[in-house]
């Protein structure tokens, strides 16, 4: 499988980026799909996932009521959409697929996209 996140960018604060990570493979309604975000200097976090079915979705409690994870299995792709957006959102956006029903940790996953940047100004 593999996956590629874009639509990043620079945007101000109190805007809005929608990220899109399409997917190769026959298989992506199988996974449990991520996304993550890692600034500089810091670790990888859980921004937020959705299960296989779309039916559910789970964020990071600094995200919760600003973004909103979907999935289309059809098209293969996940997307990430980010209103509100903080100039703490600023950091590299991660895509990523799981096998594991429902999970936060990176560990977890099994197939990883290349970032994309995601830069708010104050």
């Known amino acids: 499988v593999q996956l590629q996140a874009c639509g990043g960018g620079l945007v101000q604060a109190g805007g809005s980026l929608r990220l899109s990570c399409a997917t190769s493979?026959?298989?992506?309604?199988?996974?449990?799909m991520g996304w993550f975000r890692q600034a500089p200097g810091q670790e990888r976090e859980f921004v937020a996932g959705?299960?296989?079915?779309?039916?559910?979705?789970y964020y990071a409690d600094s995200v919760k009521g600003r973004f909103t994870v979907s999935r289309d299995n059809a098209k293969n792709t996940v997307y990430l959409q980010m209103n509100s957006l903080k100039p703490e959102d600023t950091a590299v956006y991660y895509c990523?697929?799981?096998?594991?029903?429902?999970?936060?940790?990176?560990?977890?996953?099994?197939?990883w996209g290349r970032g994309t940047l995601v830069t708010v100004s104050s």
């Open positions: 959705i299960i296989s079915s779309g039916y559910n979705s």
């Open positions: 990523a697929a799981a096998t594991s029903p429902v999970t936060r940790r990176p560990s977890d996953y099994d197939y």
């Open positions: 493979g026959r298989t992506f309604s199988a996974y449990f």
